[in-house]
């Protein structure tokens, strides 16, 4: 090997290794503490890129998944107060048969019958979430999909029995809180019993439609989440083993580094 005075090639090279080595390393260890192979664009330009994008679309989708859970809440709470509803119209039904009996006493049995009306009105009018009027007639509507909402307005699906969108008033219940003289004669419980029967039947079939968008949007958040740990998440066992490498190499390399910057010393054995 050449000695020269004013360069030291080898030991310049050694550093240049040295300086590689020690990147190398640090980079390993930076995605075993972050646990990301792609910490920056830089590391990864495309995936990186490609990565938020499907982070953008998860998020979205487990915003709709919450929404799916709103308005399930929403009918479960409304199917209750709806079975509530449907349970007392048959209470009231058994006490119009009693009035066929002439041994009954007939002006407990009306007071019977407007008591168990004015629950049902007080139900229709008062199932609420917050501000929301449930089985109001007006439209409540969800997002739940990539570009769909789904809307669910059970006072529409109660033909005969209407309560109103701000929940103060209801139509057709007259006919049970104001009984007086003919129990049988001014109570139809069977059309409030067939609108009521409707509504239930609206709340099943749209609550389908929830589980199924619930099951859709589950397992795309699975498969979203499944990517982007494939783009992001590091090889933990192969960034430790280039971890330790680095340490090794960082060392040997320091330790030839020291010896090629001791090569000027040798060309002064020459002048001696």
């Known amino acids: 090997m050449a000695f020269s005075v004013n360069s030291n090639q080898g030991a310049a090279s050694v550093y240049n290794a040295l300086a590689k080595t020690q990147a190398a390393s640090q980079k390993a260890q930076l995605q075993l503490a972050t646990g990301k192979k792609v910490n920056s664009a830089a590391d990864n330009t495309s995936g990186w890129n490609i990565g938020k ?15 799916i859970g709103s ?9 209750s107060a709806l079975q509530q509803v449907y ?12 009035a066929n009996d002439p041994l009954k006493d007939a002006t407990s049995l009306k007071n019977d019958i407007k008591t168990l009306a004015d629950e049902v009105d007080s139900i229709l009018k008062n199932t609420k979430i917050g501000s929301n009027v449930l089985l109001g007639s007006v439209a409540n509507s969800f997002g739940a999909g990539t570009s769909s909402t789904i809307t669910i307005n059970i006072g529409t699906a109660m033909t005969g029995l209407t309560v109103a969108a701000d929940g103060t008033e209801t139509a057709n219940l ?5 009984v007086t003289t003919n129990l049988t004669a001014t109570t139809n419980t069977a059309a409030l019993q067939s609108a009521v029967r409707d509504a239930i039947t609206y709340i099943g079939n749209k609550t389908q439609v929830l589980n199924s ?11 979203n ?48």
């Open 53 to 67: 994008q499907l982070e953008a679309a998860s998020l979205k989708m487990k915003s709709q998944l919450a929404n």
């Open 71 to 79: 308005a399930k809440n929403f009918l479960s709470t409304a199917e």
């Open 87 to 98: 349970d007392k119209l048959n209470q009231i039904q058994g006490k119009q048969e009693d």
């Open 174 to 178: 007259g006919q049970l809180t104001s």
């Open 213 to 223: 968008r619930d099951e859709f949007l589950t397992a795309s958040i699975a498969n």
């Open 225 to 272: 989440d499944a990517a982007i740990a494939q783009i992001f998440d590091t090889d933990t066992l192969t960034d430790q083993m280039k971890a330790s490498q680095g340490q090794v190499a960082g060392q040997l390399a320091t330790a030839m580094m020291s010896q090629m910057n001791a090569a000027p010393q040798q060309l002064l054995q020459l002048f001696r």
